[in-house]
């Protein structure tokens, strides 16, 4: 089922299937936020926003507003 | 003059880019600002074996040559001039071994602008731990470089990068990725549009709004068989090579790197789980800042109080052994003083960076701004605002500097215009001597009226700038792309030497810049206090003595007598009085104009102004208490010091823009007068309003 990052729950993964290129900052891309990527959930700030992820191995923090344009497929419960 | 040759230090942040400078210069460095901004400047010198010596440029930290930052555009700027005098002959990129990955992405970066680089893997300590082996000679042919494989904590390797930088003519300068493989049309046309340039340093002038050399942007848009593409399409572009970059990384590391997860250890999940934990993250965060409140205020009380005494006796000292006359004056009551007022807050500048040094380094920093950014959102900060928020409660100069790093120019122009709000040191001595005067010593749930007011003061600080920083979110039409995106970093144990010259670096550089500016102003200050226009200055003593002369003063009530006529009559005294009508409404009469006007140098002057205005020849704070206890207010008759008057005047110091240095620094990072103008101009005119408001209901 493909959601938007903004719906992965804590310790869940996934793998990145597209990204808006136009909406998300070239930095978040270099970072290794690229389709075919894994990416999990470390850890929620209250309300779910800022998002601790760990994508391909880097760990960065993110908004909610920057993970709705990122699309995923989520892979293990 | 021996060989000398340019290196650059390139590398992501938390790589320990700064660790590898630091041993190969040790104390050989020095910091200051390329021309016109105020990204530092870090070099430093290192001899290389065979007696060539390095000279060695620590760039700021950047993910990629694509930059997004003030800091990161130094670092294009530099590798994209090859007349730059500090243009390197060698780079060196550093990278951490726990995020290989994403650290090569800018090595190939650099590699395709044909510079002879370096590859440093740092923190090989952590491989054992990490369960990470490395085929050095695979990827050194793969990345066509040379690779030093470097543990600053443990010390070692250093000496065999030394080797490597001095052979740099032996590397490969043969590109990474070819940039035609982007999109071959497009660099097709740009080659024949431009046959002598190289392709990817073509595509970085066109990607970056950046001048290199004699090809600017404009230039490449006005040749007529070549158009560039919508910034849409440029983007998608930088995506596509991002990815292509990435391949060829992975198709490195498959072979030439093994992680066995099975002897990881990961100490980062455990301590997460704490420290960004929703509730136990807050809990911790509050008892760090407790203890650097405590730090800041407590601990660093005693040198304070030392330095404080060594220049007064510096100063007592001056005035008795050299021959009296204008000089002697002002180096005792001007220059002295003044240094004083600068040293004085070494101790707790020194403390505050300790501690931000160690929480950055730690990489706890990281945690607080993912904790954060929520609710500083909604005021239209940033949870990277935090930092330079709570740096405020020592000094907003240091403050205001530690908002470089947040990438959203409003999110960052709000923090500075808010920041001289907190609660800053300086005024802390104005805060504490009204407070004693005004405020009963009752107690209320066992806490002090005293201490709990100053408590109240500091709350309205951070509400003062909270609630601003909102309004100017509403009111400031900046358009900014806000992105968010923050490393967090694994958790290290500081290196002491890189905090200690960080603290000393920072140090340093508060001490000299805006000691300039302090010092300057005490000069002024010393002068407009020590000279007057008419015969009421020029000849106070005769005219002290005569009117004293039947109540038979001792010697020193006398010279107290003439000092303050002095005063009075000395330009500042005058400047005093013409503003007397204007603070009259506040409850305050011209003493305290005075110490206002002086504070506006800098807040702390206040005490010292009434000290010598109310003719206290020691400046014991019990003496000038007492002294201003005793004041009565012209008009309206009573104590001038009550709690109306009282009140007014806190909150007046609270809300009132009364620090040059401050201003100064506001306009260096913004670049403009507009805006440290606009600060000064409403957060007085809000002063004002309250101070009069509050005075007004409480009378």
């Given at each position: 089922m493909q959601v938007t990052l903004a719906h992965l729950k804590r310790g869940e993964r996934a793998i990145i299937?597209?990204?808006s290129s136009i909406n998300i900052p070239l930095k978040l891309l270099e970072m290794g936020c690229l389709p075919g990527n894994e990416v999990e959930l470390v850890q929620v700030a209250p309300f779910s926003d800022p998002m601790y992820l760990n994508i391909n191995g880097t760990h960065l923090a993110i908004r909610k507003e920057t993970a709705i344009h990122i699309i995923i497929e989520i892979t293990n419960e | 003059m021996s060989k000398q040759i340019n290196v650059a230090l390139i590398g992501?942040?938390?790589?320990?880019?700064?660790?590898?400078?630091?041993?190969?210069?040790?104390?050989?460095?020095?910091?200051?600002?390329?021309?016109g901004i105020t990204v530092e400047k870090k070099e430093g010198i290192c001899k290389l074996p065979r007696g060539v010596k390095a000279h060695i440029i620590d760039l700021p930290g950047?993910?990629?040559?694509?930059?997004?930052?003030?800091?990161?555009n130094v670092v294009i700027e530099l590798l994209l001039n090859k007349n730059d005098k500090d243009f390197p002959d060698v780079a060196v990129v550093v990278s951490d071994v726990e995020n290989l990955k994403r650290n090569l992405l800018l090595f190939t970066q650099i590699k395709d602008l044909e510079i002879p680089t370096v590859l440093v893997i740092n923190m090989s300590d952590r491989m054992k731990y990490k369960g990470i082996s490395l085929d050095i000679p695979y990827l050194e042919s793969q990345l066509q470089t040379k690779i030093a494989l470097v543990s600053t904590r443990k010390n070692e390797g250093i000496d065999n990068l030394k080797t490597l930088i001095s052979n740099y003519k032996e590397l490969s300068i043969t590109p990474c990725l070819n940039a035609s493989e982007i999109d071959k049309e497009y660099f097709d046309n740009l080659r024949k549009a431009f046959p002598n340039q190289l392709l990817y340093k073509l595509w970085l002038v066109i990607t970056q709004d950046v001048n290199f050399g004699k090809t600017d942007?404009?230039?490449i848009d006005a040749v007529a068989d070549f158009k560039t593409k919508t910034k849409a399409d440029l983007k998608r572009l930088q995506q596509k090579e991002t990815i292509k970059r990435y391949q060829f990384i992975n198709n490195t590391l498959k072979k030439g790197q093994t992680i066995d997860l099975s002897t990881a250890k990961d100490l980062r999940i455990k301590l997460d789980r704490i420290l960004t934990h929703k509730i136990w993250g807050y809990a911790i965060f509050l008892v760090i800042l407790l203890t650097i409140f405590q730090a800041i205020y407590d601990w660093s009380a005693i040198p304070m109080d030392f330095i404080d005494s060594s220049f007064a006796s510096l100063s007592e000292w001056t005035k008795n052994s050299l021959p009296e006359g204008a000089f002697t004056s002002l180096l005792a009551e001007g220059i002295i003083p003044g240094l004083g007022g600068i040293v004085i807050f070494i101790p707790q500048i020194a403390f505050l960076f300790l501690f931000i040094s160690v929480l950055e380094e730690s990489g706890y920093m990281s945690r607080v701004v993912f904790l954060m950014d929520r609710g500083m959102r909604r005021f239209g900060l940033s949870g990277k605002s935090?930092?330079?928020?709570?740096?405020?409660?020592?000094?907003?100069?240091?403050?205001?500097?530690?908002?470089?790093?947040?990438?959203?120019?409003?999110?960052?122009?709000?923090?500075?215009?808010?920041?001289?709000?907190?609660?800053?040191?300086a005024r802390l001595p104005v805060y504490l001597i009204i407070i004693s005067l005004v405020i009963p010593e009752g107690r209320f749930l066992g806490l002090g009226y005293q201490a709990l007011t100053l408590m109240l003061l500091y709350?309205?600080?951070?509400?003062?700038?909270l609630i601003s920083a909102m309004i100017l979110n509403k009111v400031l039409k900046i358009k900014s792309k806000s992105f968010f995106v923050v490393e967090m970093p694994?958790?290290?144990?500081?290196?002491?030497?890189?905090?200690?010259?960080?603290v000393v670096e920072k140090t340093k550089s508060f001490v000299f810049g805006a000691g300039k500016i302090i010092l300057a102003i005490s000069i002024v200050l010393w002068f407009l206090a020590s000279y007057g226009p008419g015969e009421e200055f020029n000849n106070a003593e005769e005219i002290v003595t005569e009117k004293f002369a039947s109540k038979h003063l001792t010697e020193e009530e006398l010279q107290n007598e003439i000092a303050s006529q002095k005063l009075e009559y000395s330009f500042i005294g005058l400047t005093g009085r013409a503003i007397e009508p204007a603070i009259r409404p506040l409850g305050y009469d011209w003493k305290i104009g005075i110490a206002i006007v002086s504070s506006f140098a800098a807040r702390e002057v206040f005490v010292g102004t009434l000290a010598t205005i109310y003719s206290v020849g020691s400046d014991e704070e019990e003496t000038i208490k007492n002294r201003m206890a005793g004041e009565v207010n012209p008009i309206l008759g009573g104590p001038l010091f009550n709690f109306a008057s009282g009140i007014s005047l806190l909150l007046f110091y609270a809300f009132a823009m009364q620090c040059m240095s401050t201003l100064a620094i506001v306009k260096r990072e913004t670049n403009s007068w507009k805006w440290p103008i606009l600060q000064l101009v409403l957060m007085s005119v809000f002063a004002y309003v309250v101070a009069f408001i509050a005075f007004q209901i409480l009378i």
């Open positions: 299937v597209d990204v | 992501n942040p938390n790589t320990g880019k700064t660790s590898v400078f630091n041993s190969l210069t040790g104390l050989n460095q020095k910091v200051g600002n390329y021309p950047t993910y990629s040559l694509n930059a997004s930052s003030l800091d990161e942007r404009n230039e935090v930092v330079p928020l709570i740096s405020g409660t020592a000094c907003a100069i240091p403050a205001i500097m530690a908002t470089r790093n947040i990438e959203s120019w409003k999110e960052r122009l709000i923090t500075i215009l808010v920041t001289p709000f907190t609660t800053c040191s709350l309205i600080g951070f509400g003062a700038a694994n958790y290290k144990l500081p290196l002491i030497k890189n905090v200690a010259l960080t």
